[in-house]
Structures are given as structure tokens and as C-alpha cells.
């Protein structure tokens, strides 16, 4: 008789037979309790490493001394080339808002709209105050934050008005 035929033939001895309940316990916690496989040690090196870069970027920033005539003309040029890039991009930002702005202006627009409208104008009347104060590297940081209020701005009504013209071509298909 070979193997096969001895499991086939003893088969229900077996099948009444299962693990010791220490066993499925034991399994049991494994899967509760997941292995670390040392990707927060990773993460801890490369957070070390940039807070180490950040130091020393901050530092420096601190100890170089700004106020030679070259690095002075340097950051003049820099800052008005970036001015003038500023003007460009709020004049064309304003110009489409102000497009936006008339076309919703045929529907019927909620009151929400308005208050982010107006908190956002807020928020950039704040940050070209902040402008005027600002000084180094900050100043960019604070263009940028300029640029992105009016580009959040002409988003909201672009989506607002794409969804208004959607509704208005629904409706005009329902009624066809």
C-alpha cells in the first residue's frame, strides 16, 4: 500500500484532530502586533539630516554679511526683476477676476460666495502691507503668498461659474 492510499483510507482518523489553542493564540498576537522593520529609524536619520541643513542654512544666513555694495546691487536687481514679474502676474490675475467676476454676476450668487470673496480681499490688502515690511528673502515668500491668494480667488470663481454655466446647459437640455 503506498502513502496515498494509507491517507485515504485513514482519513477520518484526522480530520476530527486540530491545533492546540496555545498555538492559534500565539498566531494570533503576531498579527495584533505589527514588526517594525527599522523604516522609523530611516525616517529619523533623514529628519536629523535636515534639521542639521536648516541649522545651517539659518546660521548662514545670521553670519554672512549683507551689506557690501555687490551683494547689495545684487539683491536690488533680484528684487526689482521679481517686482516687475509681481506687476505682470497681479495685473493678469486682476484682469481675469474682474472677467470672472462680471460673468457671475448674472446668476444668482449666495452670499458665502461673497464673505470668501471678501476674506480673501482682506487677506491680500494684509499681505501687501506685510510686503512693505518685509525685507530679504521674505519678501519673496511674501509675493508668492500674494500670487497664490489671487490665484485661489480666480478658482473659486472659476469653479463657481463653470458650475453655474453646467446647471444652466442642464436645464436648458431638460427642456428641450
Known amino acids: 500500500m503506498n502513502l496515498e492510499e494509507y491517507i485515504k483510507k485513514n482519513k477520518e482518523h484526522w480530520n476530527d484532530k486540530s491545533a492546540p489553542e496555545h498555538i492559534w493564540s500565539n498566531i ?21 539630516i535636515l ?4 541649522l545651517l542654512v539659518i546660521y548662514n ?3 554672512s554679511k549683507g551689506d557690501s555694495f555687490t551683494t547689495q546691487s545684487k539683491n536690488s536687481k533680484l528684487e526689482f526683476a521679481e517686482l516687475e514679474n509681481f506687476h505682470e502676474t497681479e495685473q493678469y490675475y486682476q484682469s ?26 482682506e487677506n ?19 509675493l508668492r503668498a500674494i500670487i497664490l491668494n489671487q490665484k485661489t ?12 454655466e453646467q446647471n444652466e446647459t442642464q436645464q436648458e437640455n431638460t427642456v428641450l
Open 153 to 164: 480667488k480666480l478658482q473659486i470663481l472659476e469653479n463657481v461659474l463653470f458650475d453655474h
Open 28 to 48: 494570533e498576537n503576531e498579527l495584533d502586533h505589527p514588526r517594525d522593520y527599522g523604516h522609523g529609524r530611516w525616517k529619523k536619520i533623514i529628519l536629523t
Open 96 to 121: 481675469a477676476i474682474n472677467v470672472y467676476y462680471e460673468k457671475i454676476q448674472k446668476y444668482n450668487v449666495d452670499a458665502t460666495l461673497e464673505e470668501d470673496l471678501r476674506l480673501l480681499d
Open 51 to 54: 534639521i542639521i541643513i536648516g
Open 124 to 142: 491680500y490688502t494684509e499681505l501687501l502691507e506685510e510686503y512693505k515690511n518685509a525685507q530679504g528673502l521674505y519678501k519673496g515668500q511674501v
Open 61 to 63: 544666513l545670521l553670519t
